[in-house]
């Protein structure tokens, strides 16, 4: 191989591992004086630069892990996720396995399994995936130096139990070896019949039938919808009146509040909303659509607080910024 083949080859990796950018969903394009810094935490290589003026990535740093893309509130972070799904015990199972698990380098391989956010668990379970089977190496002696050794089962842990308030399947994250994996892997895919889905089929969420018949065999981790969609938005209200947790919550301190809608004008999912009743005007939390992203708590004077059903630990690292 020639020296230039090599640096281009070289060239292309580099620019397969690095998250892709959507300038619509970056925090700092919606409110310039935002706290943010999930990535920045994330980022084990150190890759991500925040300044006051600017956020920038160091490409030569960036491994291409994905943690960051997990860790992004708001979506604006994307990376290609796997989408390997089999039969197994008359369901679907979905299967991910990490560049360390020893497996044959294929395009259904990801650097790192912990990059599944809680975004895309319930992406997953809306589609119907209630079943994980992941092959992984040591995280302790990753290469990435990313140890996340527990982070997907703590997610899965939470997310089970905004479930359980809804009286859903939980996710089960299957123990097997990574010999089972690559023989169920070897089974036949799940093809698809050549059916479609409209968007407004998926913003249906968990209700929607036709979205649980027709996303398994559509990607859904890569569709443009599923990559910043609020968690929230997915799960239906909970049963139960005692229990109506959410993966993310703003919450009013009403003695601190002015009146000045900072917060209403720069929310970007609209969980916060201005409701004109009778001539009466109040502030209205539509708490699914929260995304964790903290605009609202640091817009001036703000009297909101975010609050979390997230693990502490995990909160306390990705959201360093708000109070629980």
Not at 31 to 38: E, G, I, N, R
Not at 51 to 61: A, C, H, N, R, V
Not at 167 to 179: D, E, F, G, I
């Amino acid at each position: 191989m020639t020296t230039a083949t090599t640096n281009l080859a070289e060239t292309i990796g580099q620019e397969l591992r690095l998250p892709d950018i959507d300038p619509e969903y970056y925090v700092y394009a919606v409110y310039d004086q935002a706290s943010c810094q999930a990535c920045v935490d994330a980022c084990p290589g150190k890759a991500w630069i925040l300044t006051e003026e600017s956020l920038g990535l160091d490409t030569d740093s960036c491994n291409g892990c994905g943690l960051c893309v997990s860790s992004c509130p708001s979506g604006a972070l994307h990376m290609h996720f796997p989408w390997t799904i089999r039969h197994f015990g008359g369901k679907p199972l979905a299967l991910f396995a990490c560049g360390q698990a020893g497996l044959p380098d294929s395009k259904d391989v990801m650097p790192c399994v912990h990059a599944l956010g809680t975004r895309q668990l319930m992406v997953m379970h809306t589609a119907g995936i209630t079943d994980l089977l992941i092959a992984q190496g040591d995280c302790s002696s990753c290469p990435m130096i990313c140890d996340r050794s527990i982070l997907l089962q703590e997610r899965i842990e939470h997310l089970n139990r905004l479930l359980s308030e809804r009286h859903l399947a939980p996710m089960k994250l299957l123990s097997y070896s990574n010999a089972v994996w690559r023989k169920i892997y070897k089974q036949e895919e799940i093809i698809s019949r050549g059916t479609l889905l409209k968007r407004r089929d998926f913003l249906g969420g968990s209700a929607s039938r036709k979205l649980k018949q027709q996303m398994v065999i559509l990607n859904p981790l890569n569709r443009s919808e599923c990559q910043t969609i609020p968690p929230g938005a997915l799960l239906p209200d909970a049963i139960s009146e005692n229990g109506r947790s959410w993966p993310w919550a703003p919450r009013f301190e009403s003695t601190q509040c002015n009146g000045c809608d900072a917060c209403i004008r720069l929310c970007p999912t609209d969980a916060l909303q201005l409701s004109n009743s009778d001539g009466k005007a109040a502030y209205l939390i539509e708490e699914k659509y929260c995304t964790g992203c903290n605009i609202c708590a640091d817009s001036n004077y703000s009297p909101l607080r975010l609050s979390t059903s997230l693990p502490r630990w995990i909160y306390n690292r990705f959201f360093m910024s708000v109070e629980a």
